[in-house]
């Protein structure tokens, strides 16, 4: 079954990790064990390009990632905004790099999108891998109108924030609305027709979000508070209100999101992908049918196998769901539309001609 994935750190690997990820991830993991990396993630890789071929993931969103963060030894950010500036350069052109090689193929238009679909149908799995650029997090935006330049670079969505607050509002974990110049960032985002991934907003963010912009929007990888009860995920009215406005909400599979109570580096996995398929008929009995989830899988984005689902080892088990959806009752039809369409239909919408 041909699989959309709508929020994977692809770049993140490659360049901050240091991961090749034209490697196996059996090569990935013996590679870090035999060093003795022990920091979360590391030795456990999911993903890397062979993997994803054989788990038919046709197309994905991969993100540009650069946090700015004030500690100078945080393993997770840069401490100035020219510094994620370069370091989402740094991303590009990994994704560049990789397209040049043949592992990666841009996809900025409807028109693109269309044809790489053709050459999925044709070729199967020979084909490169699709990506839609994003960013996490508007981080590297050094001032609202930078949004153009990387428009131009291919962007064609993009979160506000990331973990905590930045400047241009609140995300996870904390509660702090838009700071002023978000106002004119979702302007000129709106103008240009990228789509706001509103998955980590803060909760007072994420409804002066939808207040103060206009365009599309969807929720990359986005569970529910209802599974895993603390802020990173939705209440049933910040799902209702991306239904409403017709965006997709992609299913993620860090078990920090599925189960409740989930402390890193302490709790043992007990919840099975079984708890995705859960997530995604909470979002089908809220919209009232199959046309708003999609896959967000979110995998190996700063953790690896130790945080996903027990049932979990690699890319290519996210084919079993569907099977999960179907002994659900999920129809063909509506397990095709999960595990692609719904994406697909989106960005047909939101993607430039
Ligand atoms: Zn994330």
Excluded at 153 to 174: D, E, F, K, M, V
Excluded at 213 to 228: E, P, T, V, Y
Excluded at 305 to 324: A, I, K, W
């Amino acid at each position: 079954m041909l699989l959309f994935d709508g929020h994977l750190d692809l770049a993140l690997n490659g360049v901050d990790w240091n991961r090749d990820l034209r490697c196996s991830v059996d090569d990935l993991r013996a590679q870090e064990r035999a060093l003795g990396m022990t920091d979360p993630g590391r030795g456990g890789a999911t993903l890397s390009f062979p993997e994803m071929k054989a788990a038919e993931l046709a197309v994905c969103l991969s993100t540009l990632l650069a946090r700015q963060e004030k500690e100078i030894n945080h393993s997770f950010g840069w401490t100035s905004p020219q510094t994620c500036y370069a370091m989402a350069h740094a991303h590009l052109a990994w994704h560049r790099a990789m397209e040049k090689a043949g592992y990666l193929k841009a996809l900025r238009t409807k028109n693109c999108l269309r044809q790489h679909l053709n050459d999925w149908n044709t070729r199967g799995t020979q084909a490169p891998l699709g990506f839609i650029q994003t960013m996490e997090g508007a981080d590297p935006i050094l001032v609202p109108d930078t949004i153009s330049e990387f428009h131009e670079h291919g962007l064609r969505a993009i979160g506000l924030t990331h973990y905590g607050p930045n400047r241009y509002g609140g995300g996870t974990s904390c509660e702090v609305g838009l700071a002023l110049d978000a106002i004119p960032l979702l302007k000129r985002i709106e103008q240009l027709g990228i789509t706001v991934d509103v998955t980590h907003l803060s909760d007072v963010a994420f409804w002066q979000v939808l207040d103060n912009f206009n365009g599309r929007i969807h929720a990359s990888h986005q569970n529910s508070r209802r599974l895993a009860p603390w802020q990173r995920q939705f209440s049933d009215e910040q799902y209702r209100a991306v239904i409403e406005r017709d965006g997709v909400i992609g299913i993620a599979f860090d078990i920090i999101m599925l189960q409740p109570g989930y402390v890193r580096r302490v709790s043992e996995r007990l919840v099975s992908m079984e708890r995705a398929v859960e997530n995604i008929d909470i979002i089908c009995q809220l919209a009232g049918n199959t046309r708003n989830v999609g896959i967000g899988s979110d995998l190996d984005g700063g953790y690896g196998v130790e945080q996903t689902p027990s049932d979990f080892n690699r890319f290519r088990d996210l084919q079993n769901m569907t099977t999960l959806l179907e002994k659900r009752g999920y129809s063909a039809a509506d397990i095709a539309a999960i595990m692609h369409g719904n994406w697909i239909r989106f960005f047909l919408e939101v993607l430039p001609d």
